[in-house]
């Protein structure tokens, strides 16, 4: 019998092969303990280079294996204080303590996402389009959210394609949208008319987002959806120039669409994600969300 023969016959006298025990995923520590959704925590352990899920509570998180010892997970949306769970084909592990989730106080708490983030699945293959959009709202804990406004003075959007960022949007002064359901949260996603007006000192749309606290203001380009050029897509980056009062807040995202022109139906678009929120100024001020180069590990 060859030695090849011999080690084919000890295998199947053993049976099926099982991972040592000392093989599967131990937690030490993290750092931080406590946070907001996006926050990036460091995962101390043992055996942590095989994982192939990190949880917490019931909310899976992207997650970056840096060595058998350390990896990076991003506390994931709609996270609640809860132990943090590796798991790998070995095993599982949780963490010694809950990760307490501390989410910003001056954001309300019927809001979708309560700070940025942006997906670790990027453009799905064949989807060729993409359109930049904001939210605004009123914080009515706030006196006199009832003349809160929101102006908008530009956006753009633009995309990195072979290393060259190349724009596809520029606007000034003018924009699209509706108005949705706040609490749930865009429960039903049907829009009413957005009523603005314009302010042609700046030029600016100006959102009295006050006048309908129990709305979701939300809007996009006031071009057409844009077609990606052809090339190696790394990520495209919304810019939005705006002046957000007191009683006020936005967040500024993309999708990325099928195409140029297809409607919107489940499947069709694709959230690339979205900013942190930006609160009130009396300065104009800079709206910023960027997929590129992925979550931040």
């Not at 936005?250 to 099928?258: A, H, K, S, T």
Request: net charge neutral; with cysteine.
């Amino acid at each position: 019998m060859t030695s090849a023969a011999k080690a084919l016959l000890v295998l199947a006298l053993r049976g099926p092969c099982f991972a040592l025990s000392g093989d599967a995923p131990e937690i030490l520590r993290i750092f931080p303990t406590s946070g907001p959704e996006g926050t990036r925590v460091e995962i101390v352990g043992r055996n942590l280079e095989r994982t192939t899920v990190v949880s917490f509570g019931a909310a899976n998180s992207a997650f970056k294996a840096i060595s058998p010892e350390k990896l990076i997970a991003i506390v994931p949306h709609h996270a609640l204080t809860s132990t943090i769970t590796v798991s790998s084909g070995e095993g599982h592990a949780s963490s010694p303590f809950p990760f307490v989730i501390l989410n910003d106080p001056r954001i309300p708490e019927e809001v979708g996402y309560k700070a940025g983030y942006v997906n670790p699945d990027g453009a799905p293959p064949g989807f060729r389009a993409v359109m930049l959009w904001g939210i605004a709202i009123a914080d009515t804990r706030i006196a006199g959210f009832e003349s809160a406004t929101v102006g908008v003075a530009r956006t753009q959007l633009s995309c990195r394609i072979d290393g060259a960022e190349v724009i596809l949007n520029d606007d000034a002064g003018k924009l699209r949208g509706g108005l949705y359901r706040r609490d749930p949260w865009f429960a039903g996603n049907q829009a009413e008319p957005m009523p603005h007006s314009y302010d042609a000192a700046k030029p600016a749309v100006i959102l009295q987002v006050g006048q309908r606290a129990d709305r979701v203001w939300h809007f996009w380009s006031a071009s057409p959806r844009a077609t990606i050029p052809p090339g190696k897509l790394e990520g495209c980056t919304v810019k939005a120039l705006v002046k957000i009062s007191e009683g006020a807040l936005l967040q500024v995202g993309m999708d990325y669409w099928r195409n140029a022109t297809v409607p919107y139906a489940p499947g069709n678009n694709h959230e690339a994600g979205v900013s942190n929120w930006y609160f009130p100024s009396e300065r104009w001020q800079e709206a910023v969300f960027s997929d590129i180069g992925g979550p931040l590990f």
